[in-house]
């Protein structure tokens, strides 16, 4: 086992626990939040495993999650637009991902894509890493902004 394959292996363990203990149940609100984040996780792992294993083509997979994974929090930001206004006021972890969701985003991807970048060196491989990262970081900011919206980020009508 090599380190990237460690990293992945932590990732996973750090990454999908909470995600899957979000996802099982509570509000709308929070398991559409640990879809978003477990797309997220899934994106990294792929990423870490193409590496780990020496195998770019898995770097295109990471690719179509990163641009369908926050395509898909928004549509259940369309669809489940009624639930997702229902906002419970005790419900601390809702408002602890809706706070955390952005800046984990902004801290993990980094974390994850630049040393990979240093790994593949100059060329077509680092430009597609970086726009991974680029697209994460993004479709994260904008997919939990729409589920932060009171509305879920939809328009009634």
Request: net charge positive; with cysteine; proline share 6%.
């Amino acid at each position: 086992m090599n380190g990237w394959l460690f990293a992945a292996a932590l990732l996973l363990l750090v990454g999908f626990a909470p995600t899957v203990w979000g996802a099982a149940g509570g509000p709308v609100r929070r398991r559409v939040m640990a879809q978003n984040l477990a797309t997220l996780a899934a994106c990294l792992v792929v990423l870490l495993l193409a590496q780990g294993y020496e195998r770019p083509a898995y770097v295109d997979l990471a690719l179509v999650l990163a641009v369908l994974g926050p395509a898909g929090t928004l549509v259940y930001a369309r669809l489940l637009a009624d639930e997702l206004t229902e906002r419970p006021a005790h419900d601390r972890v809702v408002r602890a991902l809706e706070r955390a969701m952005t800046p984990l985003a902004a801290v993990a991807v980094p974390l994850v894509v630049l040393p990979l970048c240093v790994a593949a060196g100059p060329g077509r491989a680092m430009v597609k890493l970086l726009a991974i990262g680029v697209l994460l970081v993004g479709g994260n900011i904008v997919s939990t902004r729409a589920l932060s919206r009171e509305g879920g980020g939809a328009a009634h009508g």
